[in-house]
């Protein structure tokens, strides 16, 4: 006997509403992801412009001051790693085409594929310019719309909680507490860096490695990229130590190896769970599940995603007992 099935029109409608909402998400899916780091920024940089709040400074000049405070330290950190940075850099640009012929001699590649491949990046410099100030521009955007987010922090906060009638002062704990744990977050992926950086500059020392100090800010700064990070940052490194020999090329991998297995299985935990109390287990398999659902940005933002999961689903736990 055949079953008749009715749906109504309102199922209809939720269903086209729903796939249509979707649609969307994933039209403007850049623009979430700018808006969650605008919103790890706003919980980074609170507690500094409270600080100045302390002292009746207004709070748009609070975050003024903010800003020129962490473009000044960043200035500062340029001018003592720059200098020997732009002298190292030019030496290695100096000796670019005997390194080049070097590394030909000890690997049997094609000259003229070579010669191809840097024709190809100089007739893309175009695009890549455009690129260049694409990002640029994305950047300020950043920076506008965390500017917006820390100054109306207060009402926003006051605007969500209010939309859950009868629990908006534990909505508004539970989204403080978010914000000092992406806040923690930030910190502790800076800190991360640092260390990074410090022990590729160590290591590439020991091991007597010319442009130390410029292929360690290099691995410092493509630490923030997790999984794929370390290895771009390794490649420069063991290029420039296979002109000089194979073994050493191979020490050098070796170093860069054992690098990235402490900073997966024991810097990274170690550090995240101090920062924002994951276990280390759940942070690495957040990263996992991250770079392999959503790729670098996923890995990037898997720690901070885990974070806001993990207190959302706490508090729901906690409210059902």
């Given at each position: 006997?055949?079953?008749?099935?009715?749906?109504?029109?309102?199922?209809?409608?939720?269903?086209?509403?729903?796939?249509?909402?979707?649609?969307?998400?994933?039209l403007i899916r850049d623009l979430i992801l700018i808006l969650f780091i605008s919103l790890i920024l706003m919980s980074a940089l609170s507690p500094m412009v409270r600080f100045f709040g302390r002292f009746k400074i207004p709070k748009p000049l609070g975050i003024a001051i903010t800003?020129?405070?962490?473009?000044?330290?960043?200035?500062?950190?340029?001018?003592?790693v720059f200098p020997p940075l732009i002298e190292e850099t030019?030496?290695?640009?100096?000796?670019?085409?005997?390194?080049?012929?070097?590394?030909?001699?000890?690997?049997?590649?094609?000259?003229?594929?070579?010669?191809?491949?840097?024709?190809?990046?100089?007739?893309?410099?175009?695009?890549?310019?455009?690129?260049?100030?694409?990002?640029?521009?994305?950047?300020?955007?950043l920076l506008v719309l965390t500017f917006y987010l820390?100054?109306?922090?207060?009402?926003?906060?006051s605007?969500?909680?209010?939309?859950?009638?009868?629990?908006e002062e534990r909505v508004k704990r539970l989204?403080?507490?978010?914000?000092?744990?992406?806040?923690?977050?930030?910190?502790?992926?800076?800190f991360l860096s640092l260390i990074i950086g410090v022990l590729s500059y160590i290591g590439l020392l020991i091991l007597g490695i010319p442009y130390a100090l410029p292929l360690a800010v290099v691995a410092g700064i493509l630490e923030v990229v997790p999984v794929i990070?370390?290895?771009?940052?390794?490649?420069?490194?063991?290029?420039?130590?296979?002109?000089?020999?194979?073994?050493?090329?191979?020490?050098?991998?070796?170093?860069?190896?054992?690098?990235?297995q402490l900073e997966n299985h024991l810097i990274v935990p170690q550090v995240m769970q101090r920062a924002v109390g994951l276990n280390p287990l759940v942070v690495i398999l957040a990263i996992a599940i991250g770079s392999r659902?959503?790729?670098?940005?996923?890995?990037?933002?898997?720690?901070?995603?885990?974070?806001?999961?993990?207190?959302?689903?706490?508090?729901?736990?906690?409210e059902n007992k």
């Open positions: 006997m055949r079953r008749k099935v009715d749906i109504s029109h309102r199922t209809i409608i939720f269903i086209a509403v729903f796939i249509l909402s979707l649609w969307l998400l994933f800003y020129i405070i962490i473009i000044g330290v960043v200035s500062g950190l340029i001018a003592i030019k030496k290695l640009l100096a000796t670019f085409p005997n390194n080049i012929d070097n590394l030909l001699a000890v690997i049997p590649l094609d000259k003229s594929v070579l010669q191809n491949q840097i024709n190809s990046i100089s007739g893309n410099i175009f695009s890549i310019t455009l690129s260049v100030f694409d990002n640029l521009l994305t950047i300020i955007f820390i100054l109306e922090r207060e009402k926003l906060e605007r969500i909680s209010s939309l859950f009638v009868g629990r989204i403080i507490q978010i914000e000092e744990k992406l806040g923690s977050w930030f910190s502790g992926q800076l990070g370390p290895i771009i940052s390794a490649i420069p490194s063991v290029l420039i130590a296979l002109t000089i020999s194979p073994v050493l090329a191979l020490a050098v991998a070796a170093m860069y190896f054992v690098i990235q659902l959503l790729g670098i940005a996923g890995a990037l933002l898997a720690v901070p995603i885990a974070v806001v999961l993990q207190i959302v689903v706490t508090e729901i736990l906690e």
